[in-house]
């Protein structure tokens, strides 16, 4: 599997009015994979918004679930995204089936090569910088982070946490295959996908 450049991640928590529009723009921009995130909602509101971007985007862009197994296969996304605290990947991986897209954040060296050796598709590090995005962050890892992660895996490398489109093309130069971003893509989404794709090349 390859991870496009651009790993837009759609919080549910910064959409108190709806999302849909937030994610075609994205798509609009070019931007093809789009991941679900949503830290306060149960599993019903949850399951309905996905099916809404499924609709809405499902033919434009790979959708990814955040945490969740159950709903990546309810509303029929193209993949789920763990962390730590989560299903463990083997487990995740009997539920979704060999052909949907598996993600797995790591926060260190150890948990970079942990990762390595599951079936996950891709492996996100971070936080790369500091982030007011996540509650109760890891301590960032810095460019550094980045590096040491490229060394300990050949799985695509997602970079995470802090990236801006002012530093976003220094943490490819470190080695990841994609940036994840939250905050820098929430005022003006299709401007800022395009300068972002720009960017990355
Ligand atoms: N995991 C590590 S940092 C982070 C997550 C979900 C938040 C990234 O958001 P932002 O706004 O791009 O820093
Ligand atoms: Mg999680």
Do not use: W
Request: glycine share 8%.
């Amino acid at each position: 599997m390859s991870v496009p450049r651009l790993y837009a991640i759609l919080d549910a928590s910064c959409f108190p009015e709806g999302d849909v529009m937030f994610a075609a723009e994205l798509v609009a921009a070019g931007c093809g994979l789009v991941q679900y995130r949503n830290k306060s909602c149960n599993a019903r509101q949850i399951l309905d918004h996905a099916r809404e971007l499924k609709r809405r985007i499902g033919s434009r862009a790979k959708l990814i679930m955040n945490d969740r197994a159950d709903l990546c296969l309810a509303a029929d996304f193209d993949g789920l995204h763990l962390g730590q605290d989560d299903l463990s990947p083997e487990s995740a991986r009997r539920i979704i089936g060999p052909n949907r897209s598996l993600g797995i954040s790591a926060h260190n060296p150890e948990q970079v090569a942990e990762a390595d050796k599951t079936s996950a598709d891709y492996i996100a590090i971070g936080p790369v910088f500091a982030t007011s995005s996540k509650s109760n962050p890891d301590p960032v890892v810095g460019l550094d982070g980045v590096r040491r992660a490229r060394a300990l895996t050949r799985k695509p490398l997602v970079a995470i946490g802090g990236i801006t489109r002012a530093n976003a093309r220094s943490v490819i130069d470190a080695g990841a295959d994609s940036v994840a971003v939250i905050s820098d893509l929430i005022r003006d989404p299709r401007k800022s996908a395009e300068e972002f794709l720009r960017i990355l090349g």
